[in-house]
């Protein structure tokens, strides 16, 4: 019986020992699996924030090439509206200017007609009555222009050539030909100074300037006019064109000033909505 029991515990002793044994050359290497994991995980947590930088390294590039981008096509967004607003300026005095002179012979012939009271002989002569009367008119604004401190007899010598040279440098102007429009309007301007036409002449002559990009000479055609003629129809215009001009020659506080100018002196008109748009925008360009 002893015996028995003796090897039995023998036995178990044993088996004891080889599971001590296994256990204990086991560890080293589940320590060493232990190591490797966590190395490797270490390794993939370096990776992950080495391509996060990267990852936000190439979206700041991305976000500073699209506000290039923007910045681009706001420049190019403003000089379109630039240019558009000239046209619109320009077609707007164009068409001022020819409602102002149809208006003049409309008026002109009415009151031959109805002068010629019914009688078939005097309505055969209502026409040339009308453009007679018409040239009289002109040759009354042109008298009244001389005596606000000119040659009187500038502006009256032939009413009829004075009109015709004055179509030719408008008809230019409309089709486009603005160098030929400016010498023209110049040649206009010194045959006939004191001309009911004159202002417009000088209007147009700095149109005609501004067109072809000669912002100085342009403005010094928009001041004479505001200096020789403050009461012209056109001096709303002249003196609109005049702050435009001043900002195409980068004379900003000036052109502030007379754009404040214009929006004061001519409430409600279209040159004053014109002015203070253009003061909206130097305001959202300069950031105050």
């Known amino acids: 019986m002893m015996k028995r029991l003796a090897k039995s515990f023998a036995a178990r002793f044993s088996m004891a020992g080889a599971v001590a044994s296994a256990m204990l050359f086991a560890f080293p290497a589940f320590a060493q699996d232990s190591r490797l994991s966590l190395a490797d995980r270490v390794a993939r947590l370096e990776q992950q924030a080495q391509n996060k930088d990267q990852s936000g390294t190439g979206m700041v590039n991305q976000m500073q090439q699209l506000q290039a981008q ?3 096509l706001q420049g190019q967004i403003e000089e379109l509206q630039h240019q558009l607003q000239t046209l619109e300026d320009k077609n707007k005095a164009q068409y001022t200017d020819l409602d102002a002179r149809l208006g003049r012979i409309e008026s002109a012939g009415a009151g031959a007609a109805a002068a010629a009271g019914g009688n078939p002989q005097a309505q055969a002569a209502a026409k040339p009555a009308a453009a007679a009367g018409n040239a009289a008119a002109g040759n009354a604004a ?17 009413p009829a050539a004075a009109q015709a040279a004055y179509d030719v440098a408008f008809k230019a102007i409309r089709a486009g030909n603005y160098v030929e429009a400016s010498r023209e309007f110049r040649s206009f301007i010194q045959q006939y100074p004191n001309h009911a036409l004159a202002p417009n002449a000088l209007y147009w002559l700095g149109e005609s300037y501004y067109a072809t990009t000669n912002y100085p000479v342009a403005l010094e055609s928009f001041q004479r006019l505001l200096s020789q003629f403050p009461q012209s129809e056109k001096a709303p215009d002249a003196l609109l064109k005049v702050g435009y001009s001043q900002l195409e020659l980068k004379q900003t506080a000036a052109a502030r000033a007379t754009l404040t100018q214009v929006a004061a002196k001519y409430p409600g008109t279209k040159v004053a909505s014109l002015a203070q748009e253009r003061l909206q925008r130097l305001q959202l360009q300069s950031g105050n």
């Not at 222009?145 to 032939?158: E, I, Y």
């Open 70 to 72: 923007v910045q681009q």
């Open 142 to 158: 042109a008298g009244q222009a001389a005596s606000a401190g000119g040659n009187p007899g500038a502006g009256a010598a032939d």
